[in-house]
């Protein structure tokens, strides 16, 4: 089981997939330096089908 992300991370994550979707892309990736590192990030967005989301709800319960 995946740990569960603050509200401030899924807060942040929306926000960044908002500005993905009105920019018309769906894929990004880049670098960032956190912790005195740097780490390659990467996002892909992949909607959810009408079939899987009882499923995928079932994950933040």
């Given at each position: 089981m995946q740990p569960r992300m603050t509200f401030e991370t899924c807060r942040a994550l929306t926000q960044l997939t908002r500005q993905l979707l009105e920019a018309g892309e769906h894929t990004t990736d880049t670098h960032v330096l956190a912790e005195g590192r740097l780490y390659r990030v990467a996002v892909s967005l992949?909607?959810?089908?009408?079939?899987q989301l009882d499923e995928v709800l079932n994950r933040y319960r």
């Open positions: 992949e909607p959810v089908r009408a079939d």
